[in-house]
C-alpha cells in the first residue's frame, strides 16, 4: 500500500511530512515533487534501501542515483573534497536544477553511484523536498519516480501510474515547476563536462564556467554497453515517437500526409503539437496535445512528459511531433524526445 500525504508547497511543514520523514529514515521509500520533477527517495546513507529504489523501478543497477542535499555541509558529508568549482557553481545555482558529479565519500554507498567512484549531488530548491530533507536530517538519494524508461513523473498521478503499492509515502505537492530534470554536470575530468542537458542551460552555465562542454549523448541504440544514463531508449510512452526536424512549413506537411497515411491503416495517431501546429491535425482526426507555444520554451518543457503521458492515455499508436530549435532550454527538451524516439529523427528537406 502506498500512502499518500497532500502538502501545501507554500507551507509543507505537516504531519504527513513528518511521517514521510521518518520513514525515510527507517529505510523507507518515499516520493515527493522537486522544483523539476518528482523523485523517488530512499535515504541515500542506507545500502538496502537504495537497493529498494533500483526494485521499484525497474532500473538497472549500473544507473547511478543523485543524492540530493539540504545545505554545503552535506556536500561535504557525501563528497571527497569537492572543488573549488562545485562551491562557486553552488554558489550560482544551488538550490536548484544543476547536478554535479563529484568525487565521493565512503558514507555514500557504492551501488548509489552504480559502483563509481564519484556521486552526482544536487540542493534542490523545491519548498516539499527542501522541507523533507530539513525533516529527515539525512542526504536523500532519488532517481525521478517513473518506471524505468518511461517518461518521468511530473505529477502524483504519474507516480502512483508506475509506482502504487511498491513504495511506501508519497508526498502530493502539486505539479512539477519546471517539468525537466536537472543539468547533469560533471566536475571529475579536466574540464566541465555535462552529461545530461536539463533545467539549467549550457548558456547560463558558460557565464561562469566558459570552458564547459557537452558529452555527445548516446543515440547509437547498437550500443551493447552504454555508459550509465546514457541508455538511449528512455523517457519513452509506450507509443513508438516520431520526431520530425526541418523547416517548420516542410515539418508540418509531411506530418500531415503521416497522420493520414497511419489513420488509413488502422492507427491511432497522437500529435505533440506546438501552439498553432495543432489546427493542422485536429481536422485529420488526430489525437492532439498542446505543448505549449515556441517562444516560451519553459511552458513547453513543463509540459512535455504529461503530455505524452496523456497521449499514451488515450491509447494512441504513433506519436508524431515536430522538433523545436535547439538553442537555451530547447537542447534539453529536444534530449528527451530524441530519447523518446529512439534515437531516430525523420529529417524532412524543403
Ligand atoms: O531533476 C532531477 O535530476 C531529478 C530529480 C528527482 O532530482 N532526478 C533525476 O534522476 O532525473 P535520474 O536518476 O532519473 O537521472 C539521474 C541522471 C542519470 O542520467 C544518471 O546516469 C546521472 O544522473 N548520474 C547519476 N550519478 C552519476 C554519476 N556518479 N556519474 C555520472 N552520472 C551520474
Ligand atoms: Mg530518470
Redesign the pocket.
Same mark, same amino acid.
Do not use: K, Q, W
Given at each position: 500500500m502506498t500512502r499518500i500525504f497532500t502538502i501545501d508547497p507554500a507551507q509543507p511543514e505537516s504531519v504527513g511530512l513528518r511521517i514521510a520523514a521518518d520513514a525515510l529514515r527507517r529505510g523507507e521509500l518515499v516520493a515527493f515533487p %522537486?522544483e523539476?520533477?518528482?523523485?523517488l527517495g530512499a535515504n541515500a546513507l542506507d545500502a538496502a534501501a537504495v537497493a529498494r529504489i533500483f526494485q521499484a523501478k525497474g532500473r538497472p543497477a549500473n544507473?547511478?542515483?543523485?543524492v540530493?542535499i539540504q545545505d554545503l555541509a552535506q556536500l561535504y558529508l557525501v563528497a571527497e573534497h569537492p572543488p573549488m568549482l562545485a562551491l562557486r557553481l553552488a554558489e550560482h545555482f544551488w538550490p536548484g536544477?544543476l %547536478?554535479l558529479?563529484v568525487k565521493r565519500r565512503p558514507i555514500i554507498p557504492a551501488t548509489v553511484?552504480a559502483g +563509481?567512484d564519484?556521486?552526482?549531488v544536487?540542493m534542490?530548491s523545491g519548498s516539499v523536498i527542501r522541507a523533507l530533507l530539513k525533516a529527515a536530517q539525512i542526504p536523500i538519494a532519488?532517481? @525521478?519516480a517513473n518506471t524505468f524508461s518511461r517518461p518521468?513523473a511530473t505529477t502524483a498521478a504519474h507516480v502512483l501510474e508506475d509506482l502504487d503499492g511498491k513504495i511506501e509515502f508519497l508526498l502530493d505537492g502539486g505539479a512539477a515547476k519546471m517539468g525537466l530534470? @536537472?543539468t547533469?554536470l560533471?566536475l571529475t575530468g579536466e574540464v566541465p563536462a555535462i +552529461?545530461?542537458p536539463?533545467?539549467v542551460t549550457l548558456e547560463a552555465l558558460r557565464v561562469v564556467i566558459p570552458n564547459v562542454t557537452q558529452k555527445q549523448r548516446m543515440i547509437d541504440t547498437e550500443d551493447a554497453t552504454p555508459a550509465?544514463?546514457m541508455l538511449i531508449k528512455h523517457y519513452s510512452p509506450r507509443a513508438r515517437v516520431l520526431l520530425y526536424t526541418g523547416s517548420a512549413g516542410a515539418v508540418l506537411e509531411r506530418m500531415q500526409n503521416d497522420t493520414q497515411r497511419y489513420t488509413h491503416e488502422g492507427k491511432r495517431v497522437g500529435v505533440l503539437a506546438i501552439g498553432d501546429d495543432v489546427a493542422h491535425f485536429a481536422p485529420l482526426g488526430a489525437v492532439t496535445e498542446v505543448m505549449g507555444d515556441e517562444r516560451d520554451l519553459e511552458g513547453v518543457g513543463a509540459k512535455l512528459f504529461s503530455s505524452l503521458r496523456a497521449l499514451d492515455a488515450q491509447g494512441v499508436d504513433v506519436i508524431l511531433v515536430r522538433a523545436l530549435p535547439r538553442a537555451g532550454l530547447g537542447d534539453a527538451i529536444y534530449d528527451r524526445l530524441l530519447r523518446a524516439a529512439e534515437g531516430q529523427i525523420i529529417a524532412v528537406e524543403d
Open positions: %522537486t523539476t520533477v518528482y523523485g544507473d547511478p542515483i543523485i540530493h536544477a %547536478t558529479v553511484s +563509481l564519484t556521486v552526482a544536487r534542490p532519488a532517481p @525521478s518521468s530534470e @536537472s547533469v560533471d +552529461l545530461r536539463g533545467a550509465p544514463g
